[in-house]
């Protein structure tokens, strides 16, 4: 089975009503550092009329260290030239690197499902900001386990497919929403589903997948969060988001936050404190992740 | 042997400069909820002639919980006759509810000791604050098993003992630590001290101990926290002031805080944001405790 | 013409999903500040049955300054018994303090009116907090200047009444709002209603108005704000929500709050934002009205 | 008379304990857009040996916009090649492009002398950063128009000197600094100087100035700051970091941060309070400066 993104994100077309303007393309490249990466990533944008907007960069190590760029770039007429453009900098610059690289228009949005269980905080937060031209995505499914946020989710005109989730059930559920969704996304966005991903669905899906979870000082693992961080008389409350992967809870975190809390919270506050900065903090994520501005340095989140 | 703080706290004298004003003082209490309570002590505060000036109260539950009550009163010539009113609160009020309670001068400051390892940032940073009057504290003592910090502390006038601890040593380290502060203190702040108290030493000591340490979403536990907080990507760091019991870095959380942090920050940045943070939270988690606005619900700090 | 609220809010019934529970009530009360207001008030409570859960207060001066109280009580049988209750707090304590008092039940729900013109981001915040049950409202109607909102407030189940404004049809269109609402609401929020309401209106609403605008260090007064911000280079930007006064923006402020900017960040990009923090601190500011926690001491808020 | 500045920075010398390591430059450059400026200063950078470890970048426009960049890098034996790269930067490079840049060691610390008045936070914040090695400066010389800090300064082994400043004396006390400071500082730092610096003295003295003062929402402009906010009820206060120009409090914005504050606080500790803001905006602010990370867009400070 090939990846879910097996076509091409620009398929699913429409403009972001977005800062940038038209014209506006970026390439993300990462690889082992040396000098002179730079020079060759800006000589090589130059010479094919590409002016640099934006560039930002980061080396592990300044000796034997791995390198990260991103650049946004005006070029004209750039939907129709990109495909060359990737091209020729796959042979005159990447090779010779030995990097890596991702080369994008600004206006093409990234196709999510958004998987879903009983709560609706943070996806009706995500299907509002697209909405509204905030959030460069254009979500083509909600999966959900329940079947309780159907309307909500009809009003903005997105489809919901109801897949319930039981042990013994769970390995046909993940069946149907592979083949649901195949070819049809660049990315999965667990916006609170809370049912546990086997590895086998991580490994065949072939896209990104971002979660979000509470997060306490201390950490809480397990059950009950919100109880147990009320039973420890916790000050701040917070969330992280983070890509999936077999380590449950454990992937690179791409983002954070945190708001105060005190004793006379219950947990009911707590929960919808939490509510309140998980929807923001996701949002964030997967903004950041569909500009691109998310490169993996091993386990650690480069965000730009 | 008896505790630290035997001798009255009123002996170590010295108005502080706050806002409270003269005549100030305050009663804490904590007793289980019932009915009347807040009847009975407003009732008694207003026959003896203090007038309420802010009142904080707090039940765990409303049907059967604990009742937690801190009061700040404005009460003519005050310290002349609080050693009167105490006596009669103990009898008219605490006893028929069964409660505890503790009767105070604001004008009173707390004696402190401040034990401390290599780092100066918090302890510098509560003289600093005692001096400009922000905090209602008298430190007598400074204790480090360091001699790096004894030029900055005697700016301030304050004695500073040296006593190195080794594994060997420790017991006897700790038997010099309480005899040089026995009856002295009323209040030890852990302003990064490295070592770990012995049980022994809690259970002699007598008064309330403070601690700072960093804190992570995710919490990382052991050696090197920042180093493995840099290794995660964690985008937020904190800490947090917390009273020290047996279970180390466990016992009722006073105070949280976090600031952001990025890929870019060195561990050595991480390590300095991470010190301003402490500093602010131990200060903010000791003035508190001074003022009588912490009371402890089980392990639960209930802070007005 | 009398006030927009002539019927009881009562009337408008129906539960909060709230931390309250059932049979939880609250007085409000502000006079002269004396000796025994907070005596004669528990005493008062105590022998008719209500226990104290939460109580807040305020002085604005220990010797001569205002008084301010907030309590919350369980009752059994709230809903039936607050009726005499309220007769006799009025003969037995407010009238011999000089105070003034509201006596409301935790369980009823404000009714209120949201103004609003093209913006969407706090009017669907409030409607989607009060359908999850956090916000403790009741919205009986949508009144807008444009027709843009209409399909959005129906999926909420609001009445939606559009009401254009140009110069000449003012005054008509106050006297239309006014006739709309009279004797339905209890407040009227502005969610970025981009009308300035005309003293005439002010005066003969008879229920408070909160207003929500942007705010910057330092301060644009006038037209672009963002624009001017940007202008500026400024590093924060904020939001305030405070009372409608004829001061035009220079009401009581209830809540504010700010969030970072940079050079980076488009004139849109920092209208977004504001976005974000204006619909967050709205719904701060309306919860707390709602729940009675705002008192006026002259121009300031007190917010317990 | 000539700049303060006159000497090299680099004769104040003494490496900084800093995150960089040896052997660390940056690049600073600012000309009007256009494109092929990041290749032609990175192919300069590559054929000189050095290798790019931090960028950043910004245009205030991608078409016809002004182009900011500030390139560290990694150069063997940097202390002794940077002059002769800045030559032939400046031919090579900075002649074709009409562009403006600085050239510097990491290691080299910015000289400042700081002005004062009463106030201590701001100085002693600095100072103790300064000593902790965290703020690449070297204070050479505390000037203030008061007596009362001269010990706590002299603890750092700092001269400070006392010019009293009257209206009929103010030319003359200005001259005195003029020439106290002749050819000794890169920078001075107001650190809650509470003296209005003439348009002669800011002429004259050649080097960046950054001041720091308080900010609200609203803004209060004029005397008594914290009594006007505290009258006003403000639920926020904040503090503003900028370089000084002749329009008072009108400069470049640095940086800014608020903190949150109620109805409870007194105008004491709303002063307290913004002590704290201010020596942390301002210690960021002066950090960043000596980095030369703040670039300055017409009246926009750009801050990378």
Same mark, same amino acid.
């Given at each position: 089975?090939?990846?879910?993104?097996?076509? @091409?994100?620009?398929?699913?077309?429409?403009?972001?009503?977005?800062?940038?303007?038209?014209?506006?393309?970026?390439?993300?490249?990462?690889?082992?550092?040396?000098?002179?990466?730079?020079?060759?990533?800006?000589?090589?944008?130059?010479?094919?009329?590409?002016? +640099?907007?934006?560039?930002?960069?980061?080396?592990?190590?300044?000796?034997?260290?791995? #390198?990260?760029?991103?650049?946004?770039?005006?070029?004209?007429?750039?939907?129709?030239?990109?495909?060359?453009?990737?091209?020729?900098?796959?042979?005159? $610059?990447?090779?010779?690197?030995?990097?890596?690289?991702?080369?994008?228009?600004?206006?093409?949005?990234?196709?999510?499902?958004? #998987?879903?269980?009983?709560?609706?905080?943070?996806?009706?937060?995500?299907?509002?900001?697209?909405?509204?031209?905030?959030? @460069?995505?254009?979500?083509?499914?909600? *999966?959900?386990?329940?079947?309780?946020?159907?309307?909500?989710?009809?009003?903005?005109? *997105? @489809?919901?497919?109801? +897949?319930?989730?039981?042990?013994?059930?769970?390995?046909?559920?993940?069946?149907?929403?592979?083949?649901?969704?195949?070819?049809?996304?660049?990315? +999965?966005?667990?916006?609170?589903?809370?049912? $546990?991903?086997?590895?086998? #669905?991580?490994?065949?899906?072939?896209?990104?997948?971002?979660?979000?979870?509470?997060?306490?000082? @201390?950490?809480?693992?397990?059950?009950?969060?919100?109880?147990?961080?009320?039973?420890?008389?916790?000050?701040?409350?917070?969330?992280?988001?983070?890509?999936?992967?077999?380590?449950?809870?454990?992937?690179?975190?791409?983002?954070?936050?945190?708001?105060?809390?005190?004793?006379?919270?219950? $947990?009911?506050?707590?929960?919808?404190?939490?509510?309140?900065?998980?929807?923001?903090?996701?949002?964030?994520? $997967?903004?950041?992740?569909?500009?691109?501005?998310?490169?993996?340095?091993?386990?650690?989140?480069?965000?730009?």
């Amino acid at each position: 089975m090939t990846s879910l993104a097996e076509q @091409p994100a620009a398929a699913a077309g429409g403009a972001v009503a977005g800062a940038s303007g038209p014209d506006i393309a970026r390439l993300v490249m990462w690889c082992q550092d040396r000098p002179g990466i730079v020079a060759s990533v800006a000589s090589f944008l130059h010479r094919n009329g590409a002016n +640099i907007v934006q560039s930002d960069q980061y080396s592990s190590d300044p000796t034997g260290g791995r #390198f990260f760029l991103r650049v946004e770039f005006h070029l004209p007429a750039a939907a129709a030239r990109l495909a060359a453009l990737e091209r020729a900098f796959a042979t005159e $610059v990447a090779a010779g690197l030995g990097a890596q690289f991702r080369l994008r228009d600004n206006a093409v949005r990234s196709r999510a499902a958004l #998987f879903v269980s009983r709560y609706d905080h943070c996806l009706l937060d995500l299907l509002w900001r697209e909405r509204r031209g905030e959030l @460069p995505i254009q979500t083509v499914q909600v *999966v959900s386990n329940h079947e309780n946020l159907r309307t909500d989710v009809a009003s903005f005109g *997105v @489809p919901y497919e109801y +897949i319930p989730v039981t042990r013994d059930t769970k390995a046909e559920a993940e069946r149907r929403e592979l083949e649901l969704l195949r070819g049809r996304v660049d990315l +999965i966005v667990l916006a609170r589903y809370m049912q $546990v991903l086997s590895s086998d #669905f991580l490994a065949r899906c072939g896209v990104p997948i971002i979660n979000i979870h509470h997060s306490f000082l @201390p950490a809480f693992a397990g059950r009950r969060p919100y109880e147990r961080a009320k039973e420890r008389g916790v000050k701040l409350i917070g969330a992280t988001a983070h890509y999936a992967t077999e380590d449950l809870d454990e992937g690179p975190i791409i983002e954070q936050d945190a708001v105060r809390v005190s004793h006379r919270d219950s $947990v009911a506050e707590l929960t919808r404190r939490g509510a309140d900065i998980e929807r923001t903090v996701l949002s964030r994520a $997967v903004t950041w992740h569909c500009q691109d501005r998310v490169l993996l340095d091993g386990g650690i989140a480069v965000v730009f």
